[in-house]
């Protein structure tokens, strides 16, 4: 039962993924002191209060509601958000597509219905495969086929 454990834990999925989040966790914290140290005070310079934004509170009949938090929170948030899109996912996206290799071509995923028994079959057939009536292949997906160098029938 533990050496399952054992190799639970030290499986590379595991690991990459706790390096992962103590990452995530640290570069949370810059971003929130980033955040804290300067975005927030320019907005309190910006909306006419000077010193920490994310120290305005309202009251409504005895109850204080702290909206700068609320707002300097929103903000790290944006700012991790879009930090990670463009720095992280885009950077990944170009990697992915640069070598993403071309999908085999598939002859049989253009489909259409036999004139006879209307049951669907590849659009190069020439023979409907349920009820075996002869059928002329689309034009179009002949030449796809062509193409795409899958041998077609004549």
């Known amino acids: 039962m533990l050496n399952g454990f054992k190799d639970f834990i030290l499986r590379g999925n595991i690991i990459t993924m706790a390096i992962g989040l103590a990452v995530g966790a640290a570069f949370t914290a810059v971003v929130t002191a980033f955040s804290n140290a300067f975005i927030t005070p320019l907005i309190g310079i910006a909306t006419g209060t000077v010193g920490d934004f994310s120290k305005k509170t309202f009251t409504v009949q005895g109850a204080h509601f702290p909206y700068g938090l609320f707002i300097s929170a929103a903000l790290a948030f944006v700012i991790t958000a879009a ?12 990697i992915q597509n640069r070598f993403k290799r071309d999908a085999p071509f ?13 049951t669907e079959i590849p659009a190069v057939a020439t023979r409907c495969g349920h009820c075996t ?8 997906a002949l030449d796809t086929a062509r193409k795409a160098g899958v041998p077609v029938q004549r």
């Open 83 to 94: 930090v990670l899109y463009f720095c992280v996912v885009v950077p990944m996206m170009k």
């Open 106 to 118: 598939d002859i049989k995923a253009a489909v259409r219905d036999c004139p006879r028994c209307y």
């Open 133 to 140: 009536s002869e059928i002329e292949p689309l034009p179009e």
